[in-house]
């Protein structure tokens, strides 16, 4: 069976949804605590949504210092699945593990709908089994969702049909270059089940266990 | 602070000598007199601290604690009633849930977003100190009109800190309301619902165990912040100098608190403590002395051992401050190691306190010298019971006969399109965009509907909430106003598929010492109860906010009631109001028109008008409305189910055909019937296919049941026998989605 690690860090709040998203594709996904150093024995690696350490200083500003991340870039290294969802994310920039960074929303609120993402590649671990221009139904839920990224060097795999942040050229999901490190802001467990009002978001899900079975990036 | 500056003494075990000092504190002259006769001696400051917050309105309830007795509490499904820090019932399959409803009007006022924001954090304690992980909140809020820059300030910050501390310490707000009236201008209302769900073993009720457990204080540092929150804030009516209160309000720190809900929900699975009380209103002083008074025990409290955010405080600053995201957990002593390093896991501070004593006083220790030595059980059930004077007011009568006279149809596709204009009536997105509703993955239908429904994972089970209030219906007649508003909300509940089960409520009102207020008062809570007993729901909690009142003005008799459902199975896919397609029937459920305007949404926006007596509920009809709804809902038959309520027909009709994008055409025979709000009405959208069925269910019911329309087409139609009237989608919608975000623009 696929071993998950999902890290929790203080304030981190999506950890039980992204376990239960997992567990109902079949994977054994299993809680972690930031101050654990070791990710032996997991093929991938997510880092779930939330206010990690309050958001205070600056999101993500804390949590990059955790004992688990050096783990984390070692498996980002070794071309393992990494996937930040919302403030996993933030927290995958401000490791530098992702290009860019997330500032405010230009509309300077936070923002909890659903939104439509559009694929544009499927050469990363999060849309390995999506196909480009497949458009898909998730919910959006942050504050600091607008993604900047002056050195043009993240690849974008998906982009919002229409952009409700300001994110440059509507980012909402970005890949390093080997396609294995992935930040995605729209939450993908939250669009996993038809009764909650979508189930698009289970082919990334799916797509991310069928690269940690192969074991690296796509 | 000019106000507290008097009781922050440096000699702190001399007795009170001012004799004004307990007036700055809020307490009468003969509420000094009783703390006398009950010490037989002259109190210390710290004492008659402990005694002017633990008396306080606020935490006292002394004067609606006569009147609350009134209220059906008992049913089998409930486990824990008015009393504790939340009502709990048993909805099956080993899962408890518990429920409870707060306010924070005054300090919202006050300061807007921290106001709002430990109005949340607040509420959020009183469940998981039950035992309970917090799942999902809800909020009714009440401004003045958005005309004036003051109440959109108001507005904007108290969404802003629902947001920013429920989204942080994750917990979804899955619905909630919105209202305006000028009455709120200088008093908005700010009310907050939370329910939390937990296995029946995880249950914890606020005890102290037996002589000898140790009390540890988890959590924030104590500080300055808050003090006398509960006596000086919430229970004196409002005037010009009360932003001078502003360092009344605490504030909130929503990491503290989601590390302290993780910390104290290992500490309920490792069954390692014996009872916990959280820090809100009134601080240490409470939780230190409730749990004992309960347990009938003392306790012996060294404030030294307090950690602080401060230095230098004294011991009257650490009883009464109200700093936010503690909690009081009574422990065995052998169990204070896995405690404190269950703290440490998750990085907040903890400190033992106090041990439990037999004694029966709360004995306060500060810097080597006894500051307070009081009984426990004076503190908290010591406090005066007040039989207020009430008298029905003079105006009622004038109220009543105050109608207006119709002479002519009015344009009915304007009078709707004002209605969607109005932002009480319009879309909410603007609000509830900002907080997160989805967390948990439990969320099936969230803001923006009658009723929020979450299924409950590992059964097949759903939990229905519906929270409403209504001001200007209770200003009119209170008793029917009181007890539609369980009607609606419990229809609401049935319309998802669920059984109406338990009620809380939150009972805002001005201020206690007019008779008119306290007639208001008791007829209210007359209306609830006697809507409870007809529809077998218990009242298992609840908040009263009284000194609603600025400068000599009293709001609306403002109740605010939610009703607690439990679907079994959960309706997949539930009814929604997004659901109708071309070519599906519009059907009315409900007994004949009374044809009454009074109190209706139509005579405000239309006429400005606020007069004549709004129709009485009636049970048979009621009861009836919720079985159809229920059945319906459970069937699947009706895609769309939504109540009659504000706006009437017209206006649920027209919420239907927006949320769903498709037009509709109903077919009336008297315009009143369009805008009339009588309650126990709905609608429903049902497929041709299925309309037998429909009115078969109906029959059963006994509810009179009739197609009226159709979905189909790009406008909302109004037609009398070949006249219509007709309003564009396109223009409804927009209407509808930006009158409340282009007046906060």
């Known amino acids: 069976m696929t071993r998950v690690a999902v890290v929790v860090f203080p304030g981190t709040n999506c950890e039980h949804d992204t376990v239960h998203a997992f567990r109902s594709l079949g994977a054994d996904a299993e809680l972690v605590w930031h101050r654990q150093d070791t990710l032996d024995g997991f093929d991938a690696v997510v880092l779930p949504g939330g206010f990690a350490h309050g958001d205070y200083l600056r999101t993500g500003a804390i949590a990059r210092l955790a004992p688990v991340m050096g783990p984390v870039a070692g498996m980002a290294r070794a071309g393992r699945p990494v996937l930040g969802i919302c403030n996993g994310f933030q927290i995958l920039c401000e490791a530098g593990l992702l290009p860019g960074a997330l500032i405010a929303n230009s509309g300077l609120a936070f923002l909890c709908r659903w939104v439509e993402v559009e694929v544009i590649s499927d050469r990363s671990v999060l849309t390995s089994l999506a196909r480009p221009g497949q458009v898909l139904r998730i919910p959006l839920n942050s504050y600091e969702g607008n993604y900047v990224d002056p050195s043009l060097s993240g690849r974008v795999v998906m982009r919002y049909v229409d952009t409700p942040n300001g994110s440059q050229g509507g980012a909402a999901a970005v890949t390093n270059l080997d396609g294995n490190v992935v930040g995605v802001m729209p939450h993908p467990e939250r669009g996993s089940d038809e009764l909650l009002g979508s189930a698009d978001g289970l082919i990334l899900l799916e797509g991310f266990l069928a690269s940690a079975r192969v074991g690296a990036g796509v | ?745």
């Not at chain 2, 240490?284 to 401060?310: F, N, Q, T």
């Not at chain 2, 200007?472 to 229809?491: I, K, T």
């Not at chain 2, 000194?547 to 605010?560: A, F, K």
Request: include cysteine; glycine fraction near 10%.
């Open chain 2, 1 to 745: 602070m000019s106000d507290q500056s008097v009781i922050i003494e440096d000699e702190e075990t001399a007795p009170v000598e001012i004799s004004s000092v307990h007036h700055q504190l809020g307490l009468t002259d003969d509420e000094f007199d009783r703390i006398r006769a009950i010490l037989g001696r002259d109190p210390r400051p710290a004492e008659l601290a402990m005694y002017s917050v633990m008396w306080s309105e606020h935490c006292s309830y002394k004067s609606s604690r006569v009147h609350l007795k009134r209220f059906p509490t008992a049913a089998p499904w409930v486990v824990v009633g008015p009393g504790e820090n939340a009502g709990v019932i048993d909805i099956g399959d080993g899962w408890y849930v518990a429920l409870r409803i707060e306010s924070h009007n005054h300090p919202s006022f006050v300061e807007p977003y921290q106001g709002a924001a430990t109005g949340v954090g607040g509420i959020i304690r009183d469940i998981f100190t039950m035992g309970a992980r917090p799942i999902a909140l809800w909020d009714s809020i009440r401004f003045g009109p958005l005309g004036q820059a003051r109440n959109r300030y108001l507005l904007k910050g108290v969404v802003a800190g629902i947001a920013g501390y429920g989204n942080a310490v994750g917990v979804p707000t899955v619905g909630g309301e919105i209202g305006f009236a000028e009455h709120y201008s200088n008093n908005p209302l700010v009310n907050v619902m939370c329910l939390g769900l937990m296995r029946r073993e995880q249950l914890v009720l606020a005890r102290s165990g037996p002589e000898g457990t140790r009390a540890i204080l988890l959590g924030a540092g104590t500080g300055r912040d808050g003090i006398g929150g509960a006596s000086i804030l919430a229970s004196t009516p409002f005037d010009a100098a009360s932003s001078q209160k502003r360092p009344s309000v605490q504030v909130g720190d929503p990491f503290e608190e989601k590390k302290l809900i993780e910390a104290c929900l290992e500490l309920y699975e490792r069954d390692l403590v014996i009872g916990v009380q959280d820090l809100g209103a009134a601080g240490l002083s409470c939780a230190a002395s409730e749990p004992v008074a309960k347990s009938g025990m003392g306790i012996d409290l060294d404030l030294d051992l307090v950690h602080v955010r401060e230095s230098g405080m004294n011991a009257v600053e650490l009883l009464m401050s109200e700093s936010q995201e503690r909690m009081m957990a009574f422990v065995d002593p052998s169990r204070v190691e896995a405690v404190l390093a269950v703290a440490a896991k998750w990085e907040i501070d903890a400190a033992v306190v106090g041990t439990v004593r037999d004694h029966g006083n709360v004995s306060v220790n500060h810097g080597g010298e006894t500051v307070a030595e009081i009984p426990a059980a004076s503190l908290v059930t010591g406090a005066p019971n007040y039989e207020r004077p009430l008298g029905e007011p003079q105006w009622m009568e004038d109220l009543w006969s105050n109608t207006v006279k119709f002479v002519a149809q009015p344009a009915i596709a304007t009078a709707l399109l004002q209605m969607l204009d109005d932002p009480a009536l319009a879309s909410k997105a603007w609000a509830f965009e900002q907080y997160d509703h989805m967390l948990f993955l439990n969320t099936v239908i969230g803001p923006g509907h009658d009723a929020s429904l979450l299924r409950v994972k590992g059964t097949d089970k759903g939990l229905a909430l519906s929270v409403d209030g209504d001001g200007r219906l209770c200003y009119l007649d209170p008793r029917r106003g009181g007890a539609r508003l369980v009607y609606e909300g419990a229809l609401q509940v049935a319309l998802t598929g669920a059984r109406p089960l338990a009620v809380v409520d939150n009972l805002n009102f001005g201020n206690p010492e007019k008779p008119e207020v306290m007639w208001q008062l008791r007829e209210t809570i007359e209306g609830i109860s006697e809507a409870c007993e007809a529809l077998g729901m218990p009242v298992i909690g609840g908040n009263v906010s009284l000194y609603n009142e600025t400068n000599g003005i009293d709001i609306y008799p403002t109740p605010v009631v939610g009703v607690l459902g439990l679907a079994a199975p959960l309706p997949s896919p539930p009814p929604r109001l997004d659901r109708a397609l071309a070519g599906m029937e519009l059907w009315l459920f409900g007994t004949e028109w009374a044809i009454n305007l009074a109190g209706s949404t139509f005579e405000l926006v239309t006429f400005a008008h606020i007069g004549g007596r709004p129709t009485a509920p009636d049970p048979t009809a009621g009861r009836a409305a919720l079985q159809a709804g229920q059945m319906l809902a459970q069937e699947g038959v009706t895609p769309v189910l939504h109540d009659i309520s504000s706006g009437g027909l017209a206006l649920a009709v027209a919420e239907v055909a927006i949320s769903s994008g498709v037009g509709v055409t109903v077919r009336y025979s008297d315009w009143r019937h369009l805008f009339c709000e009588d309650p126990h009405r709905f609608i429903a959208a049902v497929s041709p296919d299925a309309a037998i069925r429909v009115a078969g269910l109906a029959a059963e019911a006994a509810i009179p049941a009739a197609p009226i329309g159709e979905f189909g087409g790009n406008e909302i139609v109004f037609d009398r026998n070949g006249i219509r009237a007709a309003l564009d989608l396109g223009v409804a919608t927009s209407t509808w989605s930006q009158a409340l975000s282009r007046r906060l623009a």
